[in-house]
């Protein structure tokens, strides 16, 4: 699925999104702006829960929230059955203050501070996905005087290589993640976690990488990890009462190019467990899926308004759009391919263009070599797929001001993140007399 479900043109050859056309939407809304389509994202929740159900008593999923931190967005998957991973402070106070419940709440990160800790142990989150020997200690100190233990998960890193792209493979050898489990790294880790009194290990959690498409890298890694588990039983009688496979699963973002269908990826999971835990005769522990870009990633489109355009004989075109990557870094940060359409017309014609954004660097081109209809200056240009990963990471380069945010609904919209004003660019600025 590359565009939110039941997108379409309307008899003026507009795009529709959620029932309303991109028209209207960037008339009241503004560009740049991201259009969520809430059945889409709801759809997407349900699948990916009554998958993660189906993976043995206990199973679950939870939403990886460094995807889409949106708080309307967070409660709504919430909602829908998913708990919710977070890697911050400002992410667990922001689905805290979502509503979400603590104990849904998984907490992961290399290097999660003193505060941090503290402040994922007074909220009584769910888990702790413990990276490294250095959080084993500050969590030694900090749950000394706690009646109750706190429970976590170690991170492991089974040294599997998948095929994405460096900078979002998070599972090979070379990674700053995680316990490594063929060095003994692993398994000094859980003799030190057993030594803790104040914390409960419950299992153990590896997270491969991004827009993976290889669903036996996963098995691989659950198989890797049963054995480590195994080992440790015997050696410590410990029963392990969760895996999680982590997130990862591959969505479309071009044409043509299929996503990772989430439901045979959690079921061969799943099985690979099943397998792994009867030919270890131990008993099953349940799987914990986070899955982010997969769920929210198809149920954004980002809507630019074209301006200038520069045509450089022999060589190409450049068309700009009045955003880049101040809301979207992916393709500068690594490469990543989009799509468009020209979203306000059908359009006529073809041509190859860049489309660059408005950013004062080289580099902040969105898409390249794309083929599209003549565009000009106030075309309103449509990209889908761009529901992960693109609002997280916007920044004010240039001092661009963040872009709105809306969801749609049969017909209707809802702001859900107003665009940035020129006096929200000042609000952190202390001005002292006389520096
Ligand atoms: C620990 C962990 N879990 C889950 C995810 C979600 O990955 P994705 O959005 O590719 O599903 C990530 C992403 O980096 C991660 O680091």
């Known amino acids: 699925m590359l565009w939110p479900e039941e997108t ?33 994202l709801r759809h997407r929740a349900r699948i990916t829960v009554a998958a993660a159900l189906a993976g043995g008593p206990g199973s679950r999923a939870v939403f990886a929230s460094k995807a889409l931190e949106l708080p309307v967005i967070l409660a709504l998957l919430a909602e829908e059955g998913l708990g919710i991973d977070v890697v ?6 922001v689905a805290l203050k979502s509503g979400v419940d603590a104990s849904l709440i998984t907490f992961h990160g290399n290097n999660k501070s003193v505060q941090e800790l503290r402040e994922a142990i007074d909220a009584g989150i769910e888990l702790i996905a413990v990276d490294n020997l250095h959080e084993l200690d500050l969590l030694d100190e900090l749950t000394a005087a706690r009646p109750n233990p706190v429970p976590i998960l170690l991170r492991v890193n089974p040294g599997i290589d998948v095929h994405t792209h460096d900078k979002i493979a998070t599972g090979v050898l070379d990674s ?3 316990f490594p489990l063929w060095n003994g790294d692993a398994a000094v880790a859980v003799a030190r976690a057993l030594e803790i009194g104040g914390i409960a290990l419950r299992g153990f959690h590896c997270h491969l990488g991004s827009q993976l498409f290889d669903q036996y890298a996963a098995e691989l890694a659950i198989e890797k990890i049963v054995a480590f588990a195994s080992e440790m039983r015997r050696e410590h009688g410990i029963e392990v009462e969760i ?10 973002y071009l044409e043509g190019m299929p996503e990772m269908d989430i439901v045979e990826w959690m079921g061969a999971t799943a099985d690979a467990l099943e397998r792994s835990c009867a030919r270890a005769r131990m008993p099953q522990p349940s799987l914990v899926f986070e899955p982010g870009r997969w769920i929210v990633g198809p149920a954004g489109v980002a809507l630019y308004r074209v301006g200038s355009r520069r045509d450089i004989d022999g060589v190409r075109s450049y068309v700009s759009v009045d955003g880049g990557m101040a809301d979207n870094i992916r393709p500068t940060l ?3 391919t989009y799509t468009a359409e020209l979203a306000n017309r059908p359009g006529a014609g073809a041509e190859t263009v860049m489309i660059a954004g408005k950013y004062c660097e080289s580099g902040d081109v969105l898409i390249r070599d794309i083929d599209l209809p003549r565009l000009e200056p106030g075309d309103l240009l449509a990209v889908p797929a761009a529901g992960a990963y693109c ?11 963040k872009p709105a945010v809306v969801i749609v609904s049969e017909g209707k919209a809802t702001l859900i993140r107003r665009r940035e004003t020129y006096a929200d660019l000042l609000t952190l600025d202390v001005l002292p007399a006389g520096v």
């Open 334 to 336: 690594y490469d990543a």
């Open 88 to 93: 911050s402070g400002g992410e667990l106070f």
């Open 8 to 40: 379409h043109r309307n008899a003026a050859g507009a795009l529709v999104i959620g029932g309303i056309s991109a028209v209207e939407l960037a008339e009241e809304f503004g560009t740049p702006l991201y259009v969520f389509d809430g059945a889409t």
């Open 176 to 178: 700053k993640f995680g």
């Open 391 to 401: 609002i997280p990471m916007a920044s004010n380069y240039n001092l661009a001001l």
């Open 243 to 252: 895996i999680s496979p982590g997130g990862g699963m591959g969505i479309s």
